[in-house]
């Protein structure tokens, strides 16, 4: 059986993907807010409106891509024990 190389963006690649990508979808918000404004089609204008905050991802995804890895921490077993136990609520009817 052979192994499975994995090919990897390099940073350049990644910046052209997240550009193009903020391109697209913003051109297609705008768009659909146009195309929904003038046929009255709240439907296009959420559409619109929930791709512009695809957009705002992608630009915070494109600024953190630069930037270097964040260490990551191990939980102490302490803060573990003292997180409250959930329980699920009785419901009150």
Do not use: K
Not at 26 to 53: C, E, I
């Amino acid at each position: 059986m052979a192994l499975h190389e994995q090919q990897h963006i390099g940073r350049n690649g990644l910046a052209s993907a997240f550009r193009w990508s903020i391109l697209l979808n913003t051109a297609l918000s705008v768009v659909q807010l146009l195309v929904g404004t003038a046929f009255g089609s709240l439907a296009l204008v959420g559409d619109a409106v929930h791709n512009l905050g695809d957009v705002a991802g992608l630009g915070l995804g494109w600024g953190r891509s630069g930037s270097p890895p964040v260490r990551q921490r191990s939980a102490s077993p302490t803060a573990l024990a003292a997180a409250p136990s959930w329980q699920p609520l009785p419901m009150a009817c």
